[in-house]
């Protein structure tokens, strides 16, 4: 964008600033911005800066081609220009959202939008951590992203206690990939591919061979557990058990754990399965119940919506995408509910006995697992010494 030869609007009261040369003339262009803040819309910015409602109709008919404006969040940002004294008069407009990408829309002539992605570098993280504090200050310690400390406590709940099971000097060996933009910001979630914790007893490993797929956890070099987090980069809000309840108050059983995440966040199926509910259920809101055979069902509750195709009967692997949180149902924000029943009798979800014996290692998954090990320098053994 040339903003040189324009003339910038303070967004505010969209008048203009004190002219420092010459005033502008009828025909010259003058620029305009906006930051989104909660509550804004496109069609609500643009207006308050004396768009026509039907200029403003084409435009969004034109950018819902490319973008749906119902991802504007706080923080994007608008620029337009238009002719000095006629706002009707526009001559471009873009939208910058996430990740660097800009939605550009022209004027000249029938409207035209089109998607502008900046380009970005794929790149390749390995760290070795020694964990002496938290799992959480030691990824810190090395710029690695905070949101591994949640996802790995997730994954690996069933065979360690990071609080309990930690006594200080253990490794941990890291390798994810995340897409680079040329500011050096990074775009989008890095990708987790291995992991490799050493206690005193034990190695446990973990190895994701698609970026949104399943995960396999072996220890001693055996596998163990296949399984999806139900949401990744989450805060884990409330466990299993007794607790004071948010919205009603009292002391009452929590029968699941909540992650705490923004509406919108993806939800995924943890298990291979079926579907057997999708629909409302009272204080739950809307609801995905998912039967894993053996008397398993993990429960998926107050969503914002449900995936589409999602319904009774859909099968489903570890992984797939079911739906997105929300805060339907009785509930004081917006936050997943993750609960696992076992005979209808609701069971601690981090208890690696819930879950039934499925599937768990495939040949591509342990040859992923031999290729980490070597290119970070672990021996292809089972006794978890390093190599």
């Known amino acids: 964008m040339i903003r040189s030869a324009f003339l910038i609007l303070a967004l505010a009261s969209f008048a203009p600033l004190q002219a420092v040369a010459d005033p502008p003339t009828a025909h010259l262009p003058m620029a305009f911005e906006a930051t989104i803040e909660p509550g804004d819309t496109l069609d609500s910015v643009l207006g308050h800066a004396g768009i026509p409602a039907t200029i403003r109709a084409e435009a969004a008919l034109a950018l819902s081609g490319v973008y749906d404006l119902t991802d504007l969040r706080p923080g994007h940002r608008i620029e337009w220009t238009a002719a000095s004294g006629d706002p009707a008069s526009l001559r471009h407009l873009s939208l910058f959202v996430e990740d660097g990408v800009e939605i550009a829309l022209t004027f000249d002539g029938p409207i035209a939008a089109r998607r502008l992605d900046p380009p970005v570098r794929e790149t390749d993280r390995r760290e070795t951590l020694t964990l002496n504090g938290t799992l959480y200050d030691a990824l810190m310690a090395r710029n690695a992203p905070e949101?591994?400390?949640v996802d790995l406590t997730a994954l690996l709940a069933g065979q360690v206690d990071f609080r309990r099971?930690?006594?200080?000097?253990?490794?941990?060996?890291?390798?994810w990939q995340e897409d680079q933009l040329p500011d050096g910001s990074i775009a989008g979630e890095p990708r987790l591919s291995y992991a490799r914790l050493e206690l005193t007893d034990r190695v446990l490993e973990l190895v994701a061979t698609e970026a949104a797929g399943p995960v396999i956890v072996f220890e001693d070099g055996e596998a163990v557990q296949r399984s999806a987090a139900p949401i990744l980069g989450a805060r884990l809000s409330s466990v299993f058990g007794r607790r004071n309840h948010p919205v009603l108050g009292g002391v009452r059983m929590h029968t699941g754990i909540d992650y705490a995440a923004p509406v919108g966040t993806e939800v995924s199926a943890t298990g291979a399965g079926r579907v057997i509910f999708a629909g409302t259920i009272r204080g739950y809101g809307t609801t995905i119940d998912i039967d894993?055979?053996?008397?398993?069902?993990?429960?998926?509750?107050?969503?914002?919506?449900?995936?589409?195709?999602?319904r009774e009967g859909t099968r489903v692997k570890a992984g797939d995408e079911i739906g997105a949180v929300g805060a339907t149902g009785l509930v004081s924000g917006p936050n997943l509910h993750y609960e696992v029943r076992v005979d209808g009798r609701p069971v601690d979800p981090?208890?690696?006995?819930?879950?039934?014996?499925?599937?768990i290692a495939s040949a591509d998954d342990l040859n992923a697992l031999a290729t980490w090990r070597s290119e970070t320098g672990f021996i292809s053994g089972t006794d978890g010494e390093r190599g």
């Open 165 to 175: 099971d930690l006594k200080g000097g253990e490794t941990f060996a890291l390798v």
């Open 147 to 149: 949101r591994f400390a």
């Open 292 to 310: 894993h055979g053996g008397g398993v069902v993990t429960r998926y509750a107050h969503l914002s919506e449900i995936a589409e195709g999602v």
């Open 350 to 359: 981090k208890d690696q006995d819930a879950l039934p014996e499925q599937e």
